[in-house]
Structures are given as structure tokens and as C-alpha cells.
């Protein structure tokens, strides 16, 4: 028998009283003699605030600041003449005269240095950065300026960039899913500027729903994570927006094979207010219609950022960003599938002072899918959604140099529809409702020159809500009690504590030793239909039946720069073991019944693994060789005779080259290659006879290896700067030597004369070689 | 159609995989009916091996009912269990039947539904974009109560050319109406001998066949015929790991002999 109490009574008001804290006047922190030089670092080239710039004084560089996440940094000095350099790397550096007689704002606008064009790059964290870095396994994906990898269809995109880090790997071909040790891709949350996104892949994962020319920098969480972070087992990708030109008016736009877009962006209200704006379509539906075959085919895809952001004042900055991303398949009066996501979110940047400051965000994110088909009479539909809203207060204060404290509270409301089945006049639909209420704090402590830690918890309070049915099952998965509590009225409490712990010791000046701890949880599940970006996945949350998804993770890392910092060596090792994974029971489809949680079982997981890059960050080639070595497996009563069994994203040997070459006038190549050993795969171990028909027996879960995969792709540019505009011409070939890799594998019997009837496997690939070209023009 | 229009250089290609030998495992396929009674057991067979002479002789089949009925059926060779009359199963009883091989039993449960009677069986031709679909639409009416379960079988010149299941859920106490896809036209006039397991060819003898099933039979069904596309097991119908199924079910067909002249639509497309 559930309890049942009253929302009323749980109401937390955490929110407000942080908001009452922050109102609070503040003290003064500096002499009356002494003057405040803020201001913001932004790049020349498309007005993007510089995260990590430094500002320093010329003639005495241990005096100085580092920009932050808004770009900004803050010098407090007395009274007197100064000359301040501004560095970033990749830019040109900046030195700038100032006559301090009181507080002043000094801007600086860093040229790029070397290639004119900013592309989604895969760069591993800074090599500084990376050595000095506490979070053991992040990773920090740059829109940067030097180098490019080669993609598909023309189309730079972020995820098929991380997918080429260690520990990183591709889903396969025709989706944008990625994995990270162990984790299944529905076991990550993928973040835009705060908000989560569900399903981030166009049209057989061909694109992901990011646009590059919109995003400034990514960072990827493989386990270990601050404890702001949450909501996902496995990886958090955080991607964050630019911000438009608070200074002149930029346009930039692009063809290619299968899509087009344009960026505008610039001030509203010069150095006060600025617009981001992008928008992203697919246009081959176009050529289809020309077509006599495939005229009433259906096949299109759009996306559109915006980005509002207003300087209220030199302590006060306010953002407003808005995504909505839709794609359309069907077959003309036939069958639709359209899925899409919209989000809109709103953050206050507010600095009490120099080592305080606060971030306050509202978010909105909905999630949709709408299938149908319809053939002769009968009409079938299958919809879904996910909406989730709610707000969040972050504070990061930095107590002294040598500790930087943060802490936080969220609310956020969770709405799914697991499914809304229509089957002609008859409907029925499943939802769930939730709120999660968490607490978190994180503490950086540098010990000495040497050991850096970082301490954090995290505590959710998660309840599943009323106004929808709740069931219990028994061990034959029939329901025996349905429960309706109403609206107001909390019907199950999970109460979540997550500690965090890891350290960085500087064994000496070019190498560093790390090792954390991480829990996290999940209560959002998705159940995928497949590894495909298509709307077919169902999603729930945790309940009653359903507990949430723990994972504990023991991470090892090493860390070494050498020649100069001219190249890189990283190695890290894991040990993850998973609470209540999801898999669907024996003989169940996604489909199968409308009650989710009767159609699959839970158990353990675990996946281990080691994971090494070596990396060249300077010349003329830049580039890096990854490979991982990793296992992953689940153990879940109903499945597999109870014993341990490979997990279905179970492969052992991952390796990644990526190599980058800049020559001549504005020339650059890109080449990667990707190898994995086959992926775990359920293939049959006999064969019976029923009704005249063939099936097969499978004697084992994933028992099996799917062939290797392999592919090389290449990319050529060629950049031009002329007076009044930038463009670039990109080339590329994606799968250079044609491989056809496994996509999907089926068996049936071949029946050939002379031999006697065998069982035969065949696979199907996606896609062969592909070549492609873009063009893209700047003003 | 659609995914084409996107991989162009999609292929499929025949691959070696290392099968696993495993020992052989019980098949009973055990149908009762308002017709009659026969149970086929056989073993599964390894991957690279035909299936033949696989069939299990020699094992003790019981068939009971809670009206009373206690038989022991008999082996009439090739894997083939009956009774030595015509037995024909009535509506609203529970039926088992047990199966014991080496000393190994296992049992399964079947309550055999009321007949449902088809009304009408017919083909039509109709095109999705620019392909020209053959289906067999067929509808009869539900049994009524709460929800109910169907199996439909084509049988072509004697053999089964396709089947599946079906549930009333939306349809209760009214008619129910399926179109089964039978075969692409286009495929039928390129004649091509791979495809001939896919044709249903001029003056072919068709019977369609609805069965009214039970819930537990549903069940296995369905999760067998979702097949190599969730590559698990059916869900089991017989105790001790037996694959197979015991189904009591009321049964009707109607046969035609098919027409391409009497296909709906034929003449238009």
C-alpha cells in the first residue's frame, strides 16, 4: 500500500530564500582609494565572450584576472596609470593603456590568430587546463579556430566530434547516440545552455539537433561530474550558446548538399543588447517532390536558436535563449513521424563582487513524437511526450585563492506520456508526473602547489505526483492494484543522496595523477527501440515499480605534457557498478503493452575499462590517437537465466585517429579513422519448426559479436578573406574507401538445392561513400 | 522507400557468424479445436543443420479438461500425438496438457474461447506512393466481453503463407476488420523463384483461417512472431523450458481461389 501525503506539506522554498539572501546589501571589500577595471573579452570575429582570457598588468603580470564563463573579469587597483594586456589562446594578444581616477570598464575585442573561421573542432582540454583539472574525466570540446574534422554531408556537428575522444564511442551508424563507459545513450543528459534535450538527432542521425554555427563551447562529463550536475548515469554533454555581437552586425550563411542556414546577429541596443539568431533546413524534400518515385515521400527537418542578451549593468546580465528543432517523415496520407523539441530558457548573471556571484535560471523544455500510419480503414497513432520546467539558483564564491566554494538548490516538474495509443475509435495512454527537489554543494580546495580536491554532495528529493494512475505488479507482471491519487497529492518519495569526491596531485610540473568518486542517479529512463535517432523510444520515470538508476563510479587518471607541451599523454581507468538498469523482459517490444512498467526488468550493471590518448597540440599537424578498452555488463533476474550477460553497447576495442593539416594560403585537411571490434550481439544458437514457420531459439543475451567496424573520412577547406566578407569552401568524403559496416543483422534460411537448408546472417549497411560540399559566406 | 531516398549507397551483404551448438530442447506445438486434437513434438536443431528427422517418439502425452476428461494420446509416429477418435474441444473449458520425456515434464493451460465466424474474406490491390500493395482483408464479428484474441492463417495450396495475431481491443462486441499485406505486386510480375514463398499466384487455393484464442496463447504468439527484431525468446507457455505452445481454440475458415480479375482495385491500377 503506497502513502500517500500532501504536496502542501513538502513545498520547498528553498528558491526564495536563497533569492531573500541575494538581496541582501553587500559589505564593502575595498579601500576608498583603490578603483574597480572591469570589462568584458570578447573575439573580433564574432563578438563570442572569451572564457579563461587573462588580463594582466604589463609590468607586473602577477597582477591580473581571469575572465569568466560571461567573458568577464574585474581588477582592482589604486589610483594611477596602467598598461594591460589581454591573452587568449588562438588570439592575437591586446595591451591597452587606462588612466584610473575611478571605476572604469575596459573591453577587449581579441583578433583571431591564424585561420579567419570558427568550426566545431574537437580539442581536448586545453593542455593546462587538462593537467591542472580535478574533474577526472572531462573533457572540453572548443568551437575553436585551428583545425577541423571532417564530417558528414558537409556538416560540422558536435556529437560526431566528442564520439572521436576516448572513452566515447558512436552508437553506430544513422544515430547521433553516443555512449560513454558502459553507459547506454539514454543513460546521458545533453544539456543546451542549461536545458536538457531529448532525442538530439535530425533524420537518421545525419545531423544532430545542434546547430555549430550557434554553440561557443561543450564540455563532456564521463561519470565524474561537479555536483551541479545530475540527472544521468552515464555522461552530461553541456553546450552552451553564443551570445550576439554587442558591437556590429554579422551575417553568415550556408549551403550544403542537404541543408542551408543562416546566422544573423548583432546589437539591439548598441553594447547593451544583443540578438543571436539561427535557423537551420533541410531542403532536399524539394528534389524529392522533382521525383516521379519518391514525390509523396515526406522528409524534412528544421532548426532554430536565438539567443537575447541584456547588459542591465556591470554586476547584472540577463539571458534569454529559445530552441525549437523539428523533423518531418512520412509518406503522403500514408504514415507521419514527426518529433522535435522546444525549449526556452532565462538566466540572471548577478556578481555581488569580485568572488561572488550568482546564476538564476528558469528553463521550459517539451519533447514530442507523433507517429502514424494509415492503411485501408484502420488508423493507428503513437505519441508521446516529455515536459519539464522549473528553476534553479547557483552561487560560486570564491572564499580565498586557494578554495572556490559553490552551491545550489533546483525545483523542476516532470511531465511524460509514455505512450497515447489511438488503434481507430479506441484510445489509451499512459502518463506519469513527478517533481525533484535538489540541494547541492561542491568545495574546491587547493591544499598546496601540489593537491588539489574537490569535495561535493548532492541530495534530491524525488516524488512521483498524482493526477495519473500508479499500479502495483506482481512476479507475473499482471497489475493487482491501480492507484489514482489526485493532483496535489504525492504518491511515492525516493530521497536521493549523491556524494562526489576527487583529487588532482601534481606529481611534477608536466604530470598529474587524479582520482574521484562519483554517484550519480537518473529518473528519467528512455526504453529505445533500436539504436536509431527515430522517434521510436519510449520514456518514463522512476515509480513506484520503477526505482531510480544508481551508479557509483571509482575513476584513476594520468595525465603528461612533454617537449615543451608540444604533445600529450592521458590515461584513465574505471570502475562503474549500476543500480536498477532497464531492459525489456523476453518476448517484449517497446510496443507491446501500454503499461511500461510491466514489459521490462531491472538489475545491476557494471562496466570497467581503461581509456589512453596521445595527443600533438602544436604545428602544422595537430591531432590525437585515442583508444579505449572497456566492458560492460548486466546481470537482471528474468533475463538470461539470471546470469551475467554482455550489455547490448558491449565492445571491447575502440580506437580513434584524428589528424589536422594546415598548408599553403588558407588551406587545411582534416582525416580521421575510427575502428571498434564488433558489438555485442543476441544471435540465435538453434532453430525449431512451428505452424510451417522457422524461428530461432537464443540461447544467450548479446552472446554474440556483430564484424568490426571501420571507416576514414576526409575533409578539404579552402578559405578566402577578402574586404567586406570571409568564405570557406569545404570538401569532403565521408567512408573514403567504401566500407559497408553492420547496421542492422537478421537471419533467415537459405535454401539452396544441392546443400541442405542453413541458417544464413546478412547485415545491412547504411551508408557507403559519401562525398559532399558546402560553401559558407561571412559579412 | 524513405530511408532510400537517403542512403543511397545502402547495401546488404551475407555474413559468417560462429554459431553455438547447444543441446537439443523440447518443441511441442499442441492444438486443440473444435475440429480435432493433434500434438507435434519435436527437438530444435542446430543452425547449420536442416530441420529434419528431429521429431521425438516415445513420450507420454496427457490431455485433461475440468469437465472431467483424462486421456492419454497416442504416438503415431513422426513426432505426431493424438487420440484414436476424433476429439473436438468445446468452448468455456480448461483444457492441459502434459508432456513427459525422459522422465521430464512439462504442462501448459488453455481455455478455448467461443467460435467467432468470418463474414467475409477478400483481396485488394491498393498503391502506397508508387507501390502497388496486395492485401487480404478479411472481418468477422468479435465473440464479445471484454477483450478477446485472434490468430489469422492464409494457407496457400495447403501451406501456411502467413499469419498473426490480433486482439479485439477497440473493436469489442463489433466487427473486427484486418488487412493482412500479402505480397508487392510489383514482385508478382517480376516472377523472380526467390519470392515465390511471397506470391500468392493465379487459381492458387486460398483458406484464411481466424482461430479465437486464449489470453496465454496471445501471448506467445505475439512474442514469437516479433522474432529475430527483439532477438529474445517467446515468452514460455510450457513449464520446465519446453519451446511451443498449447492452444485450445475455436476455429473457421472460408477458402477462395484467387483471381487477380477478382482482386478489388486490379482493373484501376
Known amino acids: ?779 | 522507400m524513405l530511408i532510400t531516398a537517403i542512403c543511397l549507397n545502402s547495401c546488404k551483404k551475407d555474413i559468417s557468424l560462429d554459431y553455438n551448438s547447444i543441446p537439443p530442447i523440447p518443441v511441442i506445438e499442441g492444438n486443440l479445436s473444435n475440429l480435432g486434437l493433434l500434438v507435434k513434438i519435436t527437438n530444435t536443431v542446430d543452425l547449420n543443420k536442416p530441420i529434419e528427422n528431429n521429431f521425438i517418439e516415445g513420450a507420454t502425452v496427457l490431455l485433461k479438461s475440468d469437465d472431467g476428461i483424462v486421456e492419454q494420446l497416442w504416438d503415431y509416429g513422426d513426432g505426431y500425438y493424438s487420440l484414436l477418435y476424433n476429439f473436438k474441444a468445446k468452448p468455456n473449458v480448461n483444457y492441459s496438457l502434459e508432456v513427459i520425456i525422459d522422465n521430464v515434464s512439462f504442462k501448459s493451460e488453455s481455455r478455448m474461447p467461443e467460435l467467432a465466424i468470418i463474414d467475409d474474406v477478400s483481396f485488394e490491390l491498393k498503391s502506397f506512393g508508387n507501390v502497388p500493395l496486395v492485401f487480404c482483408r478479411l472481418n468477422f464479428m468479435d465473440i464479445g466481453g471484454e477483450e478477446n484474441y485472434y490468430q489469422y492463417i492464409i494457407w496457400r495450396n495447403g501451406e501456411v503463407f502467413d499469419w498473426g495475431v490480433d486482439t479485439s481491443k477497440g473493436s469489442e462486441n463489433e466487427r473486427i476488420y484486418l488487412d493482412i499485406l500479402c505480397m508487392n505486386k510489383d514482385k508478382a510480375d517480376k516472377n523472380d523463384p526467390d519470392d515465390y514463398d511471397k506470391i500468392i499466384f493465379e487459381n492458387d487455393t486460398i483458406d484464411v483461417e481466424v482461430q479465437c484464442i486464449s489470453r496465454t496463447v496471445y501471448d506467445y504468439l505475439y512474442s514469437l512472431s516479433l522474432g529475430t527484431m527483439v532477438g529474445s525468446n517467446p515468452i514460455p507457455n510450457f513449464t520446465n523450458g519446453a519451446l511451443g505452445y498449447f492452444s485450445a481454440y475455436s476455429t473457421n475458415s472460408k477458402r477462395l481461389t484467387f483471381k487477380w480479375s477478382e482482386v478489388v482495385g486490379y482493373e484501376t491500377n
Open chain 1, 1 to 779: 500500500m503506497q502513502f500517500l501525503f500532501k504536496l502542501v506539506a513538502n513545498k520547498v522554498i528553498l528558491l526564495s530564500l536563497l533569492t531573500i539572501f541575494c538581496s541582501l546589501p553587500q559589505s564593502k571589500l575595498f579601500s576608498q582609494q583603490s578603483y574597480n577595471i572591469t570589462g568584458v573579452v570578447i573575439s573580433e570575429l564574432n563578438g563570442e565572450e572569451l572564457i579563461g582570457a587573462t588580463v594582466y598588468l604589463l609590468d607586473n603580470k602577477s597582477t591580473g584576472s581571469v575572465t569568466n564563463i560571461d567573458g568577464k573579469y574585474k581588477i582592482t587597483l589604486p589610483q594611477g596609470k596602467y598598461n594591460l594586456k589581454c591573452s587568449y589562446i588562438g588570439y592575437k594578444s591586446q595591451e591597452k593603456v587606462i588612466e584610473l581616477k575611478a571605476d572604469s570598464n575596459l573591453n577587449f575585442s581579441l583578433e583571431p590568430d591564424g585561420f579567419t573561421f570558427d568550426e566545431i573542432v574537437v580539442t581536448s582540454r586545453e593542455s593546462g587546463l587538462k593537467l591542472n583539472d580535478v574533474n577526472i574525466g572531462a573533457e572540453k570540446l572548443e568551437i575553436a579556430t585551428l583545425s577541423k574534422t571532417p564530417a558528414m554531408f558537409g556538416e560540422k556537428d558536435i556529437i560526431k566530434s566528442i564520439q572521436l575522444l576516448p572513452g566515447v564511442k558512436s552508437e553506430g551508424d544513422g544515430t547521433t547516440g553516443f555512449q560513454v563507459r558502459g553507459g547506454t545513450a539514454s543513460q546521458n543528459l545533453i544539456l543546451l545552455d542549461g536545458v536538457p534535450i531529448y532525442n538530439a538527432g535530425h533524420i537518421l542521425g545525419i545531423f544532430s539537433t545542434f546547430n555549430d554555427e550557434m554553440l561557443t563551447n561543450a564540455t563532456i562529463f564521463k561519470g565524474q561530474m561537479p555536483s551541479n550536475l545530475g540527472g544521468a548515469i552515464s555522461a552530461v554533454l553541456d553546450l552552451n550558446t553564443k551570445n550576439g555581437n554587442y558591437d556590429k552586425y554579422g551575417l553568415t550563411a550556408s549551403l550544403g548538399l542537404l541543408s542551408a542556414r543562416v546566422n544573423v546577429e548583432g546589437p539591439i541596443i548598441k553594447d547593451k543588447m544583443s540578438l543571436y539568431f539561427a535557423a537551420r533546413r533541410s531542403y532536399f524534400d524539394l528534389f524529392l517532390k522533382t521525383s516521379k518515385t519518391y514525390k509523396d515521400n515526406i522528409l524534412n527537418f528544421f532548426d532554430v536558436n536565438s539567443k537575447l542578451s541584456i547588459d542591465l549593468s556591470q554586476q547584472n546580465q540577463l539571458f534569454i535563449s529559445a530552441y525549437l528543432g523539428h523533423d518531418n517523415l512520412g509518406l503522403k496520407d500514408i504514415a507521419t513521424m514527426r518529433w522535435g523539441n522546444k525549449t526556452l530558457s532565462t538566466r540572471w548573471f548577478h556578481q555581488f563582487s569580485k568572488n561572488f556571484y550568482v546564476n538564476t535560471t528558469g528553463f521550459y523544455t517539451f519533447y514530442t513524437s507523433n507517429n502514424g500510419m494509415s492503411i485501408m480503414e484502420n488508423n493507428y497513432e503513437m505519441n508521446g511526450f516529455i515536459k519539464q520546467y522549473g528553476g534553479k539558483q547557483e552561487y560560486y564564491l570564491k572564499t580565498s585563492e586557494q578554495n572556490n566554494f559553490s552551491f545550489g538548490v533546483q525545483s523542476n516538474f516532470i511531465e511524460i506520456l509514455t505512450a497515447d495509443w489511438v488503434i481507430n475509435n479506441y484510445k489509451e495512454k499512459e502518463k506519469r508526473r513527478s517533481l525533484s527537489n535538489i540541494v547541492w554543494l561542491n568545495d574546491e580546495l587547493t591544499i598546496d602547489d601540489k593537491l588539489t580536491i574537490q569535495l561535493g554532495f548532492r541530495f534530491e528529493m524525488y516524488s512521483n505526483l498524482g493526477g495519473v494512475s500508479y499500479y502495483d505488479i506482481d512476479s507475473d507482471f499482471q497489475i493487482t492494484q491501480v492507484y489514482n491519487p489526485r493532483f496535489r497529492n504525492i504518491f511515492n518519495t525516493y530521497f536521493i543522496p549523491e556524494p562526489r569526491i576527487s583529487a588532482n596531485y601534481r606529481l611534477t610540473e608536466n604530470q598529474s595523477i587524479k582520482i574521484g568518486y562519483n554517484k550519480s542517479s537518473q529518473n528519467i529512463h528512455a526504453l529505445r527501440n533500436g539504436s536509431t535517432s527515430m522517434p521510436f523510444d519510449r520514456y518514463t520515470i522512476s515509480t513506484n515499480n520503477l526505482k531510480p538508476q544508481i551508479a557509483n563510479q571509482i575513476s584513476l587518471g594520468y595525465v603528461s605534457l612533454f617537449e615543451e607541451k608540444k604533445y600529450e599523454f592521458s590515461t584513465e581507468a574505471y570502475f562503474k557498478r549500476t543500480n536498477n538498469v532497464l531492459d525489456y523482459r523476453d518476448g517484449k517490444s517497446y510496443m507491446s503493452e501500454i503499461e511500461l512498467e510491466t514489459i521490462v526488468l531491472s538489475g545491476l550493471g557494471k562496466a570497467y575499462g581503461m581509456e589512453f590518448n596521445f595527443k600533438k597540440n602544436m604545428g602544422a599537424l595537430t591531432g590525437w590517437i585515442s583508444y579505449t578498452l572497456s566492458w560492460s555488463k548486466n546481470k537482471i533476474d528474468g533475463i538470461n537465466k539470471n546470469q551475467w550477460y554482455h550489455a547490448a553497447n558491449d565492445r571491447r576495442h575502440d580506437i580513434s585517429i584524428v589528424a589536422m593539416c594546415e598548408f599553403g594560403n588558407n588551406w587545411n585537411i582534416g582525416a580521421t579513422w575510427q575502428f571498434n571490434t564488433g558489438q555485442a550481439l543476441t544471435a540465435p544458437s538453434a532453430k525449431y519448426e512451428l505452424n510451417g514457420n522457422t524461428f530461432y531459439y537464443y540461447a544467450e543475451r548479446n552472446g554474440y559479436r556483430a564484424p568490426n567496424y571501420h571507416r576514414a573520412d576526409i575533409s578539404l577547406n579552402k578559405t578566402r578573406k577578402k574586404k567586406n566578407f570571409e568564405d570557406e569552401w569545404s570538401f569532403g568524403i565521408y567512408n573514403l574507401y567504401n566500407r559497408y559496416n553492420p547496421f542492422i543483422i537478421m537471419f533467415n534460411e537459405r535454401k539452396v538445392e544441392e546443400t541442405p537448408q542453413q541458417t544464413q546472417a546478412f547485415q545491412y549497411s547504411l551508408f557507403g561513400i559519401l562525398p559532399s560540399v558546402s560553401y559558407t559566406i561571412r559579412f
